[in-house]
């Protein structure tokens, strides 16, 4: 089992950057793949970006491609998210997720999810 507690969430203009991250318990990172998701208030939870074991293979939702960046560092157990031109619809609570699979999308195949942070992006 893996705890995971994310830091780094905040307010900032449209435009800005914030840097998410995701530290996880034990030692054990490098047996997940990871993944950051969001929800924002009256929507489903959506995928944002993921990463293999090893961090080679990264993938991202259209919405943010080319914006965020998701790396891994397993040796200090943390994962984390780069968001650059962040637009208002950005704006969610940022959780981040541990997998068995190697590479998923899915919500529903993530066993361990961090308790969120939020994000907010004023116009």
């Known amino acids: 089992q893996v705890q995971l507690v994310e830091f780094g969430g905040g307010s900032v203009q449209a435009g800005g950057s914030l840097r998410l991250s995701c530290a996880a318990s034990?030692?054990?990172?490098?047996?997940?793949?990871m993944g950051w998701f969001r929800q924002a208030p009256g929507k489903e939870r959506e995928f944002v970006a993921g990463?293999?074991?090893?961090?080679?293979?990264?993938y991202y939702a259209d919405s943010v491609e080319a914006r965020f960046t998701i790396s891994r560092d397993n040796s200090k157990d943390t994962v984390y998210l780069q968001m650059n031109s962040l637009k208002p619809e950005d704006t969610a609570l940022y959780y981040c997720?541990?997998?068995?699979?190697?590479?998923?999308?899915?919500?529903?195949?993530?066993?361990?999810w961090g308790q969120g942070t939020q994000v907010t992006v004023s116009s």
């Open positions: 997720a541990a997998t068995l699979w190697e590479t998923t999308m899915e919500a529903s195949n993530y066993a361990y």
């Open positions: 034990g030692r054990t990172l490098g047996r997940y793949g």
């Open positions: 990463s293999s074991r090893s961090g080679t293979s990264t």
